[in-house]
T-cell receptor, first 113, second 113 residues
């Protein structure tokens, strides 16, 4: 069982609000990722990090930002939420030892009204 | 761009039957593949992986087959159980792209009692 946590699990928020989705892992993994996923659909990479102070944009254009100040923590921030941000956000982490495999958190279901 | 996709969006089987879920990929440089299972409301869970120097790998009740000639990946589940009902994703990684996984569309597996 992967030790990766996301909070909140569900969030309903109004347009224009600033929100931060939290992701923490206790496995000491250097690599961390954020994906966006609509129900039953494929995962789209929006941000990733290969270690502290390392952040990169993924394949999906996103109006979000991330930070990696500590190895175990990789928060995602939306400065101004819009209805188009309504989706599920999945955080994942991986180890350089276990090439390629990523461990996923339970996700945050975001609804912007 | 390069992509990974599944042939069938849904698959319905009887309990106890064997299931086969297929995946086609287009990046011939991909060298690592993973199958994930995602249950409703949860993050993807690792099932099994395979490297490109192998053509078959077995786990508990699951087998992954890789055919590099036609760029095809399949997941076989033996004696399918109701608990196997979920969306299954294949993902691929090319070592030169770092640790980024490209996910395909999911296949919804429904196991009928």
């Amino acid at each position: 069982e992967a030790d990766i946590y996301q909070t909140p699990r569900y969030l309903v928020i109004g347009t224009g609000k600033k929100i931060t989705l939290e992701c923490s892992q206790t496995m000491g993994h250097d690599k961390m990722y954020w994906y966006q996923q609509d129900p039953g659909m494929e995962l789209h990479l929006i941000h990733y990090s290969y270690g502290v102070n390392s952040t990169e944009k993924g394949d999906l254009s996103s109006e979000s930002t991330v930070s990696r100040i500590r190895t175990e923590h990789f928060p995602l921030t939306l400065e101004s939420a819009r209805p188009s941000h309504t989706s599920q956000y999945l955080c994942a982490s991986g180890s350089y030892i276990e090439t390629g495999e990523q461990y996923f958190g339970p996700g945050t279901r975001l609804t912007v009204t | 761009g390069e992509s990974v996709g599944l042939h069938l969006p849904t698959l319905s089987v009887q309990e106890g039957d064997n299931s086969i879920i297929n995946c086609a990929y287009s990046n011939s440089a991909s060298d690592y593949f993973i199958w994930y299972k995602q249950e409703s409301g949860k993050g993807p869970q690792f099932i099994i992986d395979i490297r490109s120097n192998m053509d078959k790998r077995q786990g508990q009740r699951v087998t992954v087959l890789l055919n590099k000639t036609v760029k095809h990946l399949s997941l076989q589940i033996a004696a399918t159980q109701p608990g196997d009902s979920a969306v299954y994703f294949c993902a691929e990684n090319e070592e030169t792209s770092g640790s980024r996984l490209t996910f395909g569309e999911g296949t919804q597996l429904t196991v009928n009692p």
